[in-house]
T-cell receptor, first 114, second 112 residues
Framework: DTGVSQDPRHKITKRGQNVTFRCDPISEHNRLYWYRQTLGQGPEFLTYFQNEAQLEKSRLLSDRFSAERPKGSFSTLEIQRTEQGDSAMYLC????????????FGPGTRLTVL | GNSVTQMEGPVTLSEEAFLTINCTYTATGYPSLFWYVQYPGEGLQLLLKATKADDKGSNKGFEATYRKETTSFHLEKGSVQVSDSAVYFCALLTGGGNKLTFGTGTQLKVEL
């Protein structure tokens, strides 16, 4: 396994369009996390899954955002009716379960909303 | 709530210079502490970690000691190289380990 992968790496869209990103975690990891990183800032937590269950969502995750992990493997993050403020790097990470397990990050998807 | 404060960058050093990047934190309970590095065009990579007070994390010549009394986790390297140029993030993890809290990052530029 080569690590966490994300697709696409870059996405440019017009305001008001919907976008969907995919994350494939390390195969034996049952936890999956989404973070958002804006320019000049550190990543901020959005949500996380334990297997297929979404266990926590940040208040940063507005109603326009939805994340799924239907079979406990890959995950998708959808943003509806994109706004310019959604422009950011969206990072996915995965880990084993257990207290304070190390999180391994993917390369991220850079979203630009015009 | 939890927070991490890092020194602002960019930090510009000559090759072989000594590096310190300051990091202090506020957290409930007893966090685990991390330094992540982000090279240009790449994802975050774990550089080192410490899980309890007085632990020292080390990797690739970098070191950081978990100081509970000063709530600090400063990153140091004795002799930096051009290849160390990257953005460095201090982060903490508490409780069930569900989410990392990051600092804003410090950009390091190492010149010949």
């Amino acid at each position: 396994d080569t690590g966490v992968s994300q697709d696409p790496r870059h996405k440019i869209t017009k305001r008001g369009q919907n976008v969907t990103f995919r994350c494939d975690p390390i195969s034996e990891h049952n936890r999956l996390y989404w973070y958002r990183q804006t320019l000049g800032q550190g990543p901020e937590f959005l949500t996380y899954f334990q297997n297929e269950a979404q266990l926590e969502k940040s208040r940063l995750l507005s109603d326009r955002f939805s994340a799924e992990r239907p079979k406990g493997s890959f995950s998708t993050l959808e943003i509806q009716r994109t706004e310019q403020g959604d422009s950011a790097m969206y990072l996915c990470a995965s880990s084993l379960s257990g207290t304070r397990a190390e999180q391994f990050f993917g390369p991220g998807t850079r979203l630009t909303v015009l | 709530g939890n927070s991490v404060t890092q020194m602002e960058g960019p930090v510009t050093l000559s090759e072989e210079a000594f590096l310190t990047i300051n990091c202090t934190y506020t957290a409930t309970g007893y966090p685990s502490l991390f330094w992540y590095v982000q090279y240009p065009g790449e994802g975050l990579q774990l550089l080192l970690k410490a899980t309890k007070a007085d632990d020292k994390g080390s990797n690739k010549g970098f070191e950081a000691t978990y100081r509970k009394e000063t709530t600090s986790f400063h990153l140091e390297k004795g002799s930096v190289q051009v290849s160390d140029s990257a953005v460095y993030f201090c982060a903490l993890l508490t409780g069930g380990g569900n989410k990392l809290t990051f600092g804003t990052g410090t950009q390091l530029k190492v010149e010949l």
